[in-house]
């Protein structure tokens, strides 16, 4: 196949270099179409433009293929932890068992967090949503971590992705205690990284979290799931703010915020409450997809559709198996998990989903898995935030490496009005 794209403007041809990924996805070049043709390109919402060339993530929305450096999701969720898969985002390789026992010991050393910090927490008003306390106090912790002078920029860097991927955790759990009014529970050296998060977030004193390993590992595969997924609008939010060359902690505060969007990370909290609407209004779901398939209502099926995957999305696959495996572990039946399985019934087998390619993504499901494990349904996001985390540090990381990296200023094609005269407040009426 030809590695040039021919393009004819007013006559002239002009040749775009055409450039091929690892798996034979292609892309026309288009850094120099300015300069040579006085024309941009103009793509809403990026669809069509991609913002860099990755080695990180692969994704095959047509197959529902989803790979971190090369290996498949599946086998992943199936033999790995969030910690392994975090260093392998980060690193590009799995790592060995001295690199990920150095690794673990480096998040266990940054676990806790400034003692300072706490007053930020305890003066946040009880009910203030955790993704925005969350952003904030992330952001705060390029005031409580200063970079030190001595450090050399790789050690103050790796410090950084261990604070971040280790403190992050420990406070979505601060925030979680404080707001129901009980005590802190501290990080323990003993518990592995998910352990530690449920036993930081239902220890308590009058009644001890007893650890449950299914619980743990249903915790393991949530987050490998949400770990990264390539120009996703956080990650594209943690590149852009990035390329300004700001520190990291505000960068990733930017993530946050982009996610907490219900359109994104913020669907798996507006799922429940749709399904939980569906329940409350009898259990049937036609009225809900015939709101979704009206042009003139703003209703979206929460936790359907996605820009790349127009087929299964392969988390949301692995996720409803997980539904099953956690609640007939935990003896439990859950309502809202019979609702959703009866809606993606029906909704697979509609036209407008069918000629939509609108199948449940990753959060249809996930928030079954967060209610089994006794996770606050206003904590969903930040679960999935912890989750994205890697993902962000290694996409970040990789742009600071990427050679061809520049600050992100896109262009515009201007609509408003022409050159016009300034108009006097005389003119205008105002009072003299
Ligand atoms: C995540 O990008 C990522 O990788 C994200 C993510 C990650 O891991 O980072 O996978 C995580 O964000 C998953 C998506 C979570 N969001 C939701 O579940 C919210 C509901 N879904 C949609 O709003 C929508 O599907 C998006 C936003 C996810 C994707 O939409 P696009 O690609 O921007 O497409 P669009 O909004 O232009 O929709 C195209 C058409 C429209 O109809 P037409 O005007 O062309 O007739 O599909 C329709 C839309 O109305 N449509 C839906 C729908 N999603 C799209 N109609 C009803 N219900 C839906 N859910």
């Not at 041809?13 to 040579?36: C, F, H, M, Q, W």
């Not at 069509?48 to 498949?72: A, H, Q, V, W």
């Not at 920029?153 to 979505?172: C, G, H, P």
Request: include cysteine; proline fraction near 6%.
């Amino acid at each position: 196949m030809g590695k040039i794209a021919k393009l004819v403007i007013d006559g002239k041809t002009y040749e775009l270099p055409i450039v091929t990924g690892t798996e034979g996805e292609r892309a026309i070049d288009i850094s120099n179409l300015r300069k040579e043709t006085g024309l941009i390109t103009l793509d809403p919402g990026y669809a069509n433009t991609g913002s860099c060339e990755s080695s990180i993530t692969f994704m095959d929305g047509e197959k529902g293929i989803l790979r971190y450096r090369g290996i498949p999701v599946e086998q992943l969720a199936e033999y790995s932890t969030f910690v392994e898969t975090a260093y392998l985002l980060i690193n590009g390789d799995l790592p060995s068992a001295k690199e990920l026992n150095r690794f673990s010991v480096m998040l266990n050393d940054h676990s806790l967090v400034h003692e300072d910090m706490r007053a930020f927490f305890e003066n946040f008003p009880r009910r203030a949503h955790p993704m925005g306390i969350l952003s904030s106090m992330v952001n705060a912790m390029r005031a409580f971590y200063p970079e030190l002078p001595e450090r050399s920029d790789e050690e103050e860097i790796n410090i950084t992705f261990a604070r971040l991927l280790s403190k992050v955790r420990t406070m979505a759990a601060i925030s979680y205690k404080i707001s129901r009014g009980h005590k802190v529970v501290y990080p323990r050296h003993n518990l592995s990284y998910c352990a530690n998060f449920l036993n930081m977030m239902f220890d308590s004193p009058v009644r001890p979290y007893i650890i449950d390993q299914d619980l743990v590992q249903a915790l393991e595969v949530f987050w490998i799931l949400h770990a990264d997924h390539e120009q996703n609008c956080s990650t594209a939010a943690v590149r852009l703010v990035g390329s300004a060359r700001v520190n990291l902690y505000a960068a990733i505060s930017a993530g946050i915020c982009a996610l907490w969007g219900p359109l994104h990370g913020g669907a798996n909290q507006a799922v429940i409450e749709m399904l939980q609407e569906i329940y409350e209004s009898g259990g049937d779901p036609a009225p809900f997809i015939a709101k979704a398939r009206d042009p003139n209502d703003p209703f979206r099926l929460m936790g359907f559709g996605h820009r790349v995957y127009k087929t299964y999305d392969p988390r949301a696959l692995i996720m409803k198996k997980m539904c099953d495996k956690v609640l007939k572990k935990l003896k439990r039946h859950d309502p809202l998990l019979d609702i959703a399985k009866k809606l993606e019934e029906v909704a697979i087998k509609d036209p407008y989903f069918i000629d939509h390619n609108l199948y449940p993504n990753v959060d249809f499901y996930s928030g079954i898995v967060l209610r089994a494990i006794g996770i606050p349904l206003n904590m969903f996001t930040v679960m999935f935030a912890i989750g994205r985390l890697p993902g962000w540090i290694s996409q970040w990381k990789e742009s600071l490496d990427d050679p061809h990296w520049k600050l992100h200023r896109p262009r515009q094609v201007y609509i408003g009005p022409k050159k016009r005269d300034y108009i006097s407040k005389k003119e205008r009426g105002f009072p003299v």
